[in-house]
């Protein structure tokens, strides 16, 4: 491979480090280059002449410039070596150059490009190199402001031989030498190390030494009913040389230094060049290690007319030799990229031992978890600054352009930004409530009556209040899995007030102690005793937790037909005769639907509501409704005053690690847009999205699918039955990108919420009006055939996420992950293909994992695999159960769930493979791609480094526990490290030895 410069930021300081951060091995000291006696002499004779003839230069530019203010120095500057020059491009009067410099720091290039000078006050003469900063503005930072520009001049910083800011730097002027002891080695990642230097004997431009040194939670693995699945939820090391770049530097007596220095060739440029920056292999010097394949690029940076046209000629490749020409992509979008890929990476760390540390280490190190998150994720980087976007258009002042969409977004956000109101009515919203649904007992104490309650009773009071229906057990309205054009009622294990894999470790576990913590604090703030509530709040939890051990772990939920048992309403009745299902059905149902004994209905787990109807027989009123009214209670607790609320975080600060809750704009902003996802997605869409965005996605959602099919003709487990019908799954997957063009029009939004109420007053009132609303919809849609092309049904685009259908076998990326990190069609496309064509292909590989391949190209489940094909691809599987179950997260000493997270460990797997054919065909088809500046890294390794990016995320250990232990994903670690480490590709194209970590002998695939 070769390798080029890179700029980064280490903390506070400024600093231009190896692109290979090599640890200091050796011990302190050796700050010189040893040399003869006569080689010093020489060098000081060389050193002087050279000094001399900087000074007539620099006097005969004094007697042209005269006294003028436009000299390039307003005062005298000691002896030199230029680190970098740069020509502007615009024509400007010196004095307006000389302001920006002096008063503002800032001189502007280019419409699209900056450079920014902030001064540091310290005494000496240095100056720090130039860096690419978070901000895209490169700086550079100096101890005084003593220059001044003219026209169209080019600018050069000059370092002192006793720079301050590099204690013990020697600069030999006479061969242009910079040589650095150990201790400023280190500091700047570069050494120490033995390195052969070529004698310069041509002008050459300064040298940039660069280095970077520097995880929807899914509802489980359920198969049964669901009709969308939320899918997505985050220097330079060693590698061997390219073949392609073997041309030979020989390094002359004059350039030899012996170990435990670094020496870096710096000449000024004098010559004008125009069009282009470069890196001009010509005038580089490369060190290396004797024994390891660890190499250390330098490059120059010639000067440039116009910043706009930068790109990068050449650079050196490893092993010291120099590569072909090729230009580098220094456009605004790929300066930006390549400034955030350098601010995440760790170049300390080998990218053959762990591509995610080495990809993700410095937003690991570098950023800390605010109080208010349990995680910091790509996903939830670029989603704060969609909720910023929504935040401005729905605090925007009324206006007469406002759609009465629109207003109703802004009144729901009212209530809930309206905290005095809230204050104000205190509990009592929610201790009316209770008394309507008949009392909470462990609060009531002995005045609750339990001749008064009745738990199906208790359920229609919730349904009319706008509470959950789904406590005790599950009901639903949703698509017939074997008849995806059609509706069915839907009975299964409901979920629980803690995760049933918390619940299942009982009282002893402190997160379940802290549950009942949690349950017996809020009862004693609505007026409870709290002994007598601790006693009774036990009972209520240990019946919880026997529901809990009804339920089908998610392990054994992914088999869709075993949880496809069909029976009639009477049928039901036979089989779980306590519970009045006929009544109970048609309650819920009204005033929309009536049904009879002989509708069909789909039961998932039947063992569970057989033992479900045991267990209430036998269980007194009082326990039964503690549990009822407490699931009832912390459903409310979010839209309370803030004693209550602090209750409630409280008890997420255990589970999950917050210490404090988000901003009330923030809580608010996220109550609304999941509660009136299409309106406000239309105002986002309207305001935000990039319509030619679309395009380009289209074109990379094409080149993915189009890869994914040849995948299919080339495996060579499949019969060719199977493959017949997996191409034609594959080839009727319809993609939805950013939003439907119905989103857009008003009539068809308003059409959605013509029976919904929302006021600007009660916080707690609407939302239960929207469960109300809610409810209506799903159920009286029963008898209505299935749309698949109805617009609702892929009208969500204000959210940063993207899923795969497998009732629609629809592939769906709504506008939201559009952007930041996922997406930019201003940049190349082997970032795009790594990060969002990436997500493509595990969103198309979801129709073929696990549970996908159980539905058949019209989303219908149906046995369409041949029995011994079937066979190998379960055999396949197991390999990823086997690889990812055990990994082990050190940070809280648990094992991953292989079985619950291999859906999506195959969509991983085959997603990247896909998005990295489809690149290198995207390549075939258009030519290559000119890499980014400064990270050393060819357009492929680009291609890798963008996959891993997406995932770069840092997680709090309770947060990291509650995702291994209840989610359908595995931490981003593992998610980057696992994927790759089974591509032979990625191997290849880092160069990574047979049995390092990311290569070993053995590994899986299935597609």
Not at 159 to 188: F, I, K, R
Not at 486 to 512: A, C, H, K, T
Request: charged residues 25%; aromatic residues 8%; proline residues 4%.
């Amino acid at each position: 491979m070769t390798d080029c410069v890179k700029l980064h930021k280490a903390e506070s300081q400024m600093t231009l480090v190896s692109s290979r951060g090599i640890p200091d091995e050796s011990p302190s000291g050796g700050w010189w280059v040893s040399r003869t006696r006569l080689e010093v002499a020489l060098l000081a004779m060389v050193a002087v002449s050279l000094f001399l003839l900087i000074a007539v230069c620099l006097a005969m530019a004094a007697i042209i410039a005269g006294s003028s203010p436009n000299s390039l120095f307003a005062e005298d500057i000691s002896a030199g070596t230029s680190l970098y020059s740069h020509k502007f491009k615009r024509s400007l009067p010196s004095s307006e150059l000389n302001d920006r410099v002096k008063s503002r720091h800032e001189i502007l290039l280019d419409p699209e490009l900056a450079l920014k000078f902030s001064s540091q006050s310290q005494d000496g003469d240095g100056f720090l190199p130039p860096v690419i900063e978070e901000n895209l503005l490169i700086k550079v930072e100096s101890e005084s402001e003593r220059f001044e520009l003219k026209e169209n001049t080019t600018i050069e910083i000059i370092t002192s031989t006793t720079s301050p800011l590099l204690p013990g730097v020697s600069q030999s002027l006479g061969n242009d030498t910079v040589h650095l002891p150990d201790s400023v080695a280190e500091t700047l990642g570069v050494g120490p190390i033995e390195s052969n230097v070529t004698e310069q004997k041509t002008s050459q431009a300064p040298i940039a030494v660069g280095d970077e040194s520097s995880t929807k939670q899914a509802s489980g693995s359920d198969v049964d009913k669901t009709e969308i699945e939320d899918d997505i939820q985050k220097p330079l090391h060693p590698t061997e040389a390219s073949s392609a770049a073997e041309s030979s530097v020989t390094p002359t007596d004059s350039s030899i230094s012996k170990a435990n220095s670094v020496n870096i060739s710096l000449r000024k440029e004098t010559s004008q060049s125009t069009g282009s920056a470069s890196f001009d292999s010509s005038t580089t010097a490369l060190n290396s290690i004797p024994g390891s394949d660890i190499k250390k690029p330098i490059a120059a940076i010639k000067d440039v007319s116009d910043p706009s046209e930068l790109s990068v000629v050449s650079c050196k490749a490893s092993g010291g030799q120099t590569s072909s020409t090729s230009e580098f992509c220094l456009t605004k979008s790929c300066i930006t990229s390549a400034s955030e890929l350098i601010a995440n990476m760790d170049s300390q760390v080998d990218p053959c031992e762990d591509f995610f540390e080495y990809a993700c280490g410095n937003y690991i190190k570098s950023r800390n978890i605010p109080d208010e998150k349990s995680s910091i994720t790509q996903f939830s980087d670029v989603s704060d600054v969609l909720q910023e976007k929504l935040r401005m258009l729905i605090e925007s002042e009324d206006s007469s352009e406002d759609t009465p969409s629109g207003l109703m977004v802004k009144q729901l956000y009212k209530s809930c930004m309206n905290t005095e109101r809230i204050a104000e009515q205190g509990l009592q919203p929610l201790k009316d409530i209770l008394r309507e649904m008949g009392g909470w007992p462990a609060v009531e104490g002995a005045a609750w009556g339990h001749n008064r309650f009745d738990w199906v009773q208790n359920v229609y009071i919730n349904r009319r209040l706008g509470y959950s229906v789904d406590y005790l057990l599950d009901f639903s309205v949703t698509t017939n899995i074997k008849n995806s054009t059609w509706r069915i009622i839907d009975i299964d294990q409901p979920s629980f007030g803690m995760s049933r894999e918390y619940l299942m470790r009982g009282l002893n576990d402190s997160d379940v102690r802290a549950y009942l913590d949690y349950q017996v604090s809020l009862a004693a703030l609505l007026g409870a005793n709290r002994t007598a509530a601790q006693l009774e709040l036990t009972e209520s939890l240990l019946f919880e937790i026997q529901l809990a051990n009804f339920s089908l772990p998610n392990e054994k939920r992914r088999n869709a037909s075993e949880l496809y048992n069909k029976m009639t309403v009477a049928e039901l009745q036979a089989r779980v005769p306590n519970i009045p299902w006929l009544s109970y059905i048609n309650t819920l149902l009204a005033p929309f639907t009536n049904i009879t004994e002989d509708e069909e209905v789909i039961v998932n787990v039947p063992s569970y509501l057989e033992n479900l109807d045991k267990l209430l027989l036998k269980t007194p009123k009082r326990v039964i409704a503690n549990f009822l009214m407490w699931r009832a209670s912390a459903a409310s607790i979010s839209y309370l005053s803030e004693d209550a609320r602090d209750l409630q975080l409280e008890y997420s600060k255990k589970i999950t690690g917050t210490g404090k809750r988000n901003p009330r704009w923030k809580e608010c902003i996220g109550a609304v847009s999941g509660s009136l996802s299409y309106a406000v997605s239309k105002l986002y869409a309207e305001k935000f999205f990039k319509k030619d965005a679309k395009a380009a996605a289209d074109e990379m959602v094409s080149y993915v699918r189009r890869e994914f099919d040849k995948i299919l003709r080339a495996v060579d487990w499949m019969d060719d039955e199977t493959r017949l019908r997996a191409i034609n799954k594959s080839q009727a997957i319809t993609s939805h990108i950013a939003y439907p063009d119905e989103l857009l029009d008003e009539s068809k939004i308003a059409e959605v919420y013509k029976d919904l109420q929302i006021s600007d007053g009660e916080l707690l009132s609407n939302m239960r009006n929207l469960t109300i609303y809610s409810a209506d919809y799903s159920f009286k849609r029963l008898r209505e055939v299935i749309d698949k092309n109805d617009w609702k049904r892929h009208g969500t685009a204000a959210v940063v996420n993207a899923y795969y259908s497998r009732v629609d076998n629809s592939i769906n990326f709504p506008a939201g992950i559009l952007q930041g990190t996922f997406f930019n069609a201003e940049r190349p496309k082997y970032l795009n293909f790594g990060s969002i064509g990436f997500v493509i292909g595990h969103e198309i590989t979801h129709g073929f994992d696990d549970v996908g391949r159980q539905f058949d190209y019209k989303g219908d489940l149906k046995e369409w695999w041949e029995p011994e094909t079937k066979a190998k691809f379960i055999e396949k599987s197991k390999c990823i159960i086997h690889q990812y179950g055990n990994y082990t997260a050190p940070e809280v000493g648990l094992k991953l769930n292989g079985v619950n997270t291999q859906g999506e460990n195959i969509a991983d797997n085959g997603g990247i493979k896909e998005a990295y054919y489809a690149y290198n065909q995207y390549v075939s088809d258009h030519g290559e791609e000119n890499p980014l500046p400064a990270l050393g890294l060819t357009a492929k390794q680009l291609f890798w480094l963008s996959a891993a990016n997406v995932w770069c995320g840092k997680y709090r250990p309770e947060s990291l526990k509650f995702l291994i232990l209840t989610g359908a994903h595995s931490p981003v670690r593992f998610r980057v490290n696992g994927e790759l480490s089974n591509s032979p590709e990625f191997s290849r194209d880092w160069n990574c030895k047979l049995n390092s970590k990311m290569n070993p002998s053995q590994k899986c695939s299935v597609w």
